[in-house]
Nanobody
Framework: QVRLAESGGGLVQAGGSLRLSCAASGISVRISTMGWYRQAPGKQRDLVADITSGGSTNYVDSVKGRFIISRDNAKNTVYLEMNSLKPEDTAVYYC????????????WGQGTQVTVSS
């Protein structure tokens, strides 16, 4: 059974930092494209950052230079380091694991709330 367990969300003041973790079981983050998405109230779920199996990273423009996505293969965990947080970063953050190919899959975590106060 596949499980993606996010943690690390919380309440932080603008300018602060948080580190989100996504611990995976049932799949390998090493061979997956792992992504962090976020959804604010009344808005659609959008990609924040992802990291491919080859280690290439991609960020939405609004977080470039502030957020860093990384992967620890030994712990089978993906992280999102969030710095210089802004109130507009407030959202539920979701971890995603996907793979396209012979064995394709698309899994989601339950989400973790990030609230940035001004």
């Amino acid at each position: 059974q596949v499980r993606l367990a996010e943690s690390g969300g919380g309440l932080v003041q603008a300018g602060g930092s948080l580190r989100l973790s996504c611990a995976a079981s049932g799949i390998s983050v090493r061979i997956s494209t792992m992504g962090w998405y976020r959804q604010a109230p009344g808005k659609q779920r959008d990609l924040v950052a992802d990291i491919t199996s080859g280690g290439s990273t991609n960020y939405v423009d609004s977080v470039k230079g502030r957020f860093i996505i990384s992967r620890d293969n030994a712990k089978n965990t993906v992280y999102l380091e969030m710095n210089s947080l802004k109130p507009e970063d407030t959202a539920v953050y979701y971890c995603n694991a996907r793979r396209i190919g012979v064995f394709n899959y698309d899994y989601w975590g339950q989400g973790t709330q990030v609230t940035v106060s001004s």
